[in-house]
């Protein structure tokens, strides 16, 4: 089966050479230079294809112009990219390495991969700054790709092992062509991008939906404060902010007064932004944020072109939104296929009409979807799912810990945080607690607000109580 | 302001940032490691700007990790950014 996305990429690069095509702090490359560094890099992927086999690589770093690289030499080379989110500690990892049967991982020569990799391969700076490493075997045979599957992310499973999902690549086409044309993306777009790139958000908003104009994406790495990104928008004059809502709250406290002088559109998702939030960062900059909804295994769905109030738009094209009292269904050009490591559970969330079951509840309201809540027990935090069996099953790991229950709870800043109250013996602290949390979880998963107690708060049928749970957090901690 | 003082005060912002339940005597049985308390990218942001806020200077969180992994490295970090370079 020819794949899609090589000759997609292939056109679009060379259709707007001269053009910038992405920057970063450290450099920018044209269009007809970046497939000139994709192609040298890919080539250096393609030594290590074994015959019949597609190679599964790994991306495993934050946003930059070589991550980029990284990404179209593996679909030159004829491989599968798996987009690994650079939060992920070495134990999400190392599930995904294991999982998905990668053979080979591009990363920082910095990071912690040491679990899951043989050996540095050589090469000759085709990646930049980043390094290709062998990953090494397991003894269980891993799981077969689905023919049209070019390229995989991930999306939150349960207990520490990220679902796998498979694009193929008709739907990764999709999605930013539907997106370039409904949110009416152009060349002269400069689009600044703070969401990792692994994330459906800057994905499917900002890397080949950039491409297809001949628009500049515009990444950097790092923590997107307010301070930051004004300097990243005033460098680059971007017209277009893709961020989660973290940036948007970082920008309301610091009130920059300069920086947004060429930004038109402002996109936020992944979590749901404050209204106080939206109201005060374009009273400040003058720029509307636009709501989209999207999710994980569907792509973009809907876009808000007003960028006024909490309604998330209208169905982008190609999509087609059911909103029914059980929640909302969805068929879209641009669904992933299944998930390569959770045979069925993908599938058993899409009915016989082809429509996927979200999870989400929601109302359009003349043609404009509003969430009103959500089946799923994920906890949202800044756009990053976590699970809270997960979470308590490592919390009763922790020495002298007897019980506990994780939970989504508001922070002190009237954020949803993961909260976590936990039933210890005598002696035990916060402090050794949330050091157990430290060293077995990466930092978004460790609970935010946590609370020692002599036993869990049970209801009439012995069943944590939510509600006693909430309102043990508004009270004092006793020693 | 003192080495001393800026410390304190990055100290009381740092609990601040957090979620709610981070109490300075944690932080201090934690040796003041941000790391070891699991402090949140989250609650870097909030404490980035704050920091930026109150004592007047441009942090860039791009910087390498470790400036970012105790309360001393951020108090060194703020020092050597210039206090009151970039309010």
């Known amino acids: 089966?020819?794949?899609?996305?090589?000759?997609?990429?292939?056109?679009?690069?060379a259709r707007h050479g001269d053009r910038v095509?992405?920057?970063?702090?450290?450099?920018?490359?044209r269009y007809g230079e970046l497939a000139a560094r994709a192609r040298a890099a890919a080539d250096g992927l393609?030594?290590?294809?074994?015959?019949?086999?597609?190679l599964r690589v790994g991306l495993y770093a934050t946003n930059s112009v070589d991550y980029v690289v990284g990404y179209l030499a593996a679909l030159f080379a004829g491989a599968v990219p798996f987009l690994a989110d650079s939060a992920f500690?070495?134990?999400?990892?190392?599930?995904?390495?294991?999982?998905?049967?990668?053979?080979?991982?591009?990363?920082?020569?910095?990071?912690?991969?040491?679990?899951?990799?043989?050996?540095?391969?050589?090469?000759?700076g085709e990646f930049g700054t980043l390094v290709v490493s062998r990953v090494r075997r397991y003894d269980a045979p891993r799981p077969r790709l689905l023919d049209d599957t070019e390229v995989c992310r991930f999306t939150s499973g349960s207990t520490g092992r990220p679902n796998c999902i498979e694009f193929s690549g008709s739907a990764v086409a999709a999605a930013a062509a539907n997106w370039a044309k409904g949110t009416g993306l152009s060349a002269e777009d400069r689009i600044a991008c703070l969401a990792a790139l692994s994330n459906g958000l800057a994905f499917n908003t900002s890397l080949l939906a950039a491409f297809l104009p001949g628009a500049s994406l515009h990444l950097s790495h790092g923590l997107p404060t307010a301070s930051r990104i004004v300097r990243l928008l005033e460098s680059t004059a971007a017209t277009r902010l893709v961020a989660f809502p973290a940036l948007y709250e970082?920008?309301?406290?610091?009130?920059?007064?300069?920086?947004?002088?060429?930004v038109r559109t402002a996109i936020s998702s992944g979590a749901p932004l404050r209204e106080s939030v939206r109201e005060e960062f374009t009273r400040l900059t003058g720029v509307p944020i636009h709501n989209y909804y999207g999710v994980a295994e569907t792509g973009p769905l809907t876009y808000a072109p007003e960028g006024a109030g909490s309604g998330l738009g209208a169905p982008l094209p190609g999509v087609h939104l059911l909103v029914e009292e059980e929640g909302i269904r969805v068929r879209s050009e641009s669904m992933g296929s299944r998930y390569l490591n959770a045979p069925g559970v993908f599938e058993e969330?899409?009915?016989?009409?082809?429509?996927?079951?979200?999870?989400?509840?929601?109302?359009?309201?003349?043609?404009?979807?509003?969430?009103t809540g959500r089946t799923s027990r994920l906890v949202n935090v800044g756009g990053r799912k976590i699970d809270p069996i997960e979470i308590a099953e490592v919390l009763r790991a922790a020495s002298g810990v007897l019980d506990a229950v994780a939970f989504e709870a508001e922070n002190q800043h009237g954020e949803p945080t993961l909260a976590a109250v936990v039933a210890v013996e005598p002696g035990v602290t916060a402090q050794s607690v949330r050091a157990h949390c430290a060293a077995t979880l990466p930092s978004f998963k460790v609970p935010g607000i946590l609370r020692l107690v002599d036993t869990i708060p049970v209801n009439s049928i012995g069943k944590p109580s939510v509600e006693r749970l909430r309102r043990l957090l508004g009270e004092p901690q006793s020693n | 302001?003192?080495?001393?003082?800026?410390?304190?005060?990055?100290?009381?912002?740092?609990?601040?940032?957090?979620?709610?339940s981070l109490s300075v005597d944690e932080l201090a049985g934690a040796n003041y490691s941000l790391r070891d308390v699991g402090y949140s990218s989250l609650s870097y942001m909030r404490l980035i700007d704050s920091i930026e806020n109150e004592v007047g200077v441009y942090l860039d969180p791009e910087?390498?990790?470790?400036?970012?992994?105790?309360?001393d490295s951020v108090t060194a970090l703020v020092i050597a950014s210039g206090i009151g370079a970039d309010a």
């Open chain 1, 21 to 29: 095509a992405v920057t970063d702090a450290d450099g920018s490359l």
């Open chain 2, 63 to 71: 910087a390498a990790i470790e400036h970012y992994e105790t309360i």
């Open chain 1, 46 to 54: 393609a030594r290590y294809t074994v015959p019949g086999e597609r």
């Open chain 1, 89 to 124: 500690g070495s134990f999400e990892l190392s599930r995904i390495a294991e999982d998905c049967g990668l053979d080979l991982l591009i990363h920082a020569p910095g990071a912690d991969v040491r679990p899951l990799v043989d050996e540095v391969l050589p090469a000759e």
């Open chain 1, 349 to 371: 969330r899409v009915d016989h009409e082809g429509f996927y079951h979200t999870g989400d509840q929601g109302q359009l309201h003349d043609d404009v979807l509003h969430l």
């Open chain 1, 1 to 13: 089966m020819r794949a899609v996305l090589p000759d997609v990429f292939t056109d679009v690069l």
């Open chain 1, 250 to 262: 970082s920008i309301v406290r610091r009130a920059p007064k300069d920086g947004f002088g060429a």
């Open chain 2, 1 to 20: 302001m003192d080495n001393s003082s800026l410390r304190t005060k990055i100290i009381d912002l740092a609990v601040a940032a957090g979620d709610g």
